[in-house]
């Protein structure tokens, strides 16, 4: 039995469904997929083509983190630019007209130590042989009320996917570290002018990233400050600034603000039960596999480097041809 988890980092604590709660529920298959990104919708696909008894736990917040972005123009396949919620929408018809089963459920529980591993919803138990994490990871926020509301408006986590739509135009970066670093060079060759914001005096990226940003003439630095505001009700028109040391605040006008103050793994399921890098993403050893054997993972919740939705469900792909050579290993599966 298999399990893939991916999820979205966004949890509701409400649904539209109305859950009748039977813990005695137990179900037993080859194969489960926790998560609904692209990784866990990838896996799926392969999964259901290997011929695995599988089913995908995703979530009531299906989708992953493109169902927070606007238009998509780096995923093969799209001459045209496709919405994020909408490119989700058609991986998802896709797995689900191959016969995938999809629980949106969230799971309260994951259990490593078991033989068969078990997984919790609210509602059910479900067991399998096999699991494949793909819970993704949450970009870490600002936290500021206008950023929810002007989230996809101009307020964005991810340069190389949005940086485009922001051409010729004034934009922010928000950090100090490799990502903002690397997000500012990348947007400097798009954008008229990059202001990049740090609470700090001196930057925390790679020295060589520093000198590289240091020698592009449209890249700017505003030290010892914080975002305490963005501006705009239906688009982003600026920013305010508060200075850390002096305590006063500015306006800055920008057409974009781009947060790259860290991602936060998906792992508070497993933690403890299988091993992690420091920064909290599940440990790859090979490709997919984990210190569990029998556990495999992929896309964000293994990845801090390049965090692409390509690269997600290329992993995923990976995911479930190992999980499905591990279960032929073990049951002699076909």
Known sequence: MLIIYTGSGIRMTTSLFSVTRDQSKHENHEMIIVGSGPAGLTAGIYAVRGG???????????????????????YPGFPEPILGPELMKRMRMQVERLGLKIIDRDVTQINLKTRPFQVEVEDATYSADSLILAMGASARELNLPSEQRLKGKGVSYCAVCDGAFFKGSDVTVIGGGDTAVED??????????????HRRDKLRAQAILQKQAFSIPNIKFVWNSEVVDIVGEKKVDGIKIKNKISGSETTLNCSAVFVDIGHIPNTSLVEGQIELTSEKYIKLSGETSTSVDGVFAAGDVADHLYRQAVTAAGSGAKAALDALRYLQKIKGHP
């Not at 400097?188 to 914001?197: D, F, G, L, P, Q």
């Open 52 to 74: 695995a008894d599988v089913i995908l736990i995703g979530g009531y917040s299906s989708g992953g983190q493109l169902m927070l972005t606007t238009e998509v123009e780096n």
């Open 184 to 197: 500012a060079v990348y947007l400097s060759k798009i954008a008229k002018t990059v202001t990049v914001i």
